[in-house]
């Protein structure tokens, strides 16, 4: 989908009849504009096949003194990053009336933060990798040297190093000595003002989707992730032929169940709805680490959560409706 198409395409069935109406919100100006563009265009696509009227835009000036008239039954932000995810738009929709897919705001800024969200599933019983966030003002008014000599006394390596905002594994390091480090800070920090240094526990990685498409949440089953490069970063999640990926997950019936255990804990300790995507560490003693949790998952062509939807011969076009109109009936 190019730019154009982005602010201008609608797309209509043949016979649309008392069909749903959908606006699907995809691009905007972050950094993982390209993958919202594919990810719209693949949730349109799937609610198309399922007879829904549906228009793919840009969110721009026009967009919200647009939605009363419109004529809209659902809202679906398929916008990653800050534009939507953390909270913002989903709150200027809540305020317009607007019935969307995904979290609420409130739900939304929790799981944006990393530190916040590991602190809250942490807080419900979950076990994720002792972690220390980082400002960039820190950096400036105590000096580098000095806070990163703490850090490197405090924690043993090998550690990981990511904005504590943020998606799409950008800006993410794996850090396996103290040299290393303030490369891996000043990576974090051009994506955002705020890092998140953790403890990298090995294992294998999987990502759980939960869905709920009319009876409560559920997990999904786990997808296990394998880079051919060895690292899971932007290229490996969005170019074909760059990650293995196996579902169910190659991990026993133990790993299995804590997996959905903590994905499903997650979900509802941040007090999330309709989908997310938990990411997931399966030590060698089965035990599942959170991560991370993210409100607006990937839906490209690459993605997870919809490689979990199919893998036990699911559909999209039959799970995205069930879920928009999950989200309809919400309001």
């Not at 969110?59 to 009363?68: F, G, T």
């Not at 300790?269 to 995507?277: C, E, K, Q, T």
């Not at 560490?281 to 993210?294: K, M, P, Q, Y």
């Amino acid at each position: 989908m190019s730019e154009q198409q982005a602010s201008h395409r609608t797309a209509t069935p043949s016979s649309t009849g008392n069909s749903p109406y959908a606006l699907v919100l995809a691009g905007g100006i972050s950094h993982e504009r390209e993958v919202s563009l594919r990810s719209g265009r693949r949730v349109a696509d799937a609610l198309l096949e399922q007879g829904w009227r549906v228009d793919v835009r840009e969110p721009d000036a026009a967009l919200l003194p647009s939605l009363a008239d419109a004529g809209y039954d659902v809202v679906w932000p398929a916008l990653h990053g800050a534009s939507g995810e953390d909270g913002a738009l989903r709150a200027l929709l809540d305020l317009a009336g607007v019935p969307f897919v995904g979290s609420d705001h409130r739900a939304a800024r929790l799981a944006w933060d990393k530190p916040t969200a590991k602190t809250l599933v942490a807080n419900a019983g979950g076990v994720t990798p002792r972690g220390l966030a980082l400002s960039r003002e820190t950096f400036r008014e105590l000096g580098a040297p000095a806070v990163l000599k703490i850090v490197e006394n405090a924690f043993d390596f090998p550690l990981v190093v990511k904005p504590a905002k943020g998606g799409s594994a950008q800006g993410v390091s794996i850090v396996p000595a103290s040299d290393a480090l303030p490369r891996a800070m000043v990576e974090a920090y051009t994506y955002g003002d705020d890092a998140l240094i953790e403890y990298f526990v090995p294992g294998v990685e999987i990502a759980v989707g939960v869905v709920d498409t009319g009876d409560g949440a559920r997990a999904l089953d786990a997808v296990e992730i394998e880079p051919v490069s060895g690292a899971y970063d932007y290229e490996a999640r969005y170019n074909a032929g760059e990650t293995r990926f196996y579902t169910p997950a190659r991990i026993s019936p133990k790993a299995a169940s804590a997996a959905s255990e903590l994905a499903l804990l997650t979900h509802r300790a941040l007090g999330l709805r309709h989908l997310s995507r938990v990411d997931i560490i399966i030590d060698s003693e089965d035990r599942a680490w959170f991560l991370e949790v993210n409100v607006l998952p990937g839906l490209t062509e690459t993605s997870l959560l919809p490689q979990a939807i199919l893998a036990r011969g699911g559909d999209l076009g039959t799970t995205y409706a069930a879920i928009a109109r999950t989200a309809i009936g919400a309001v």
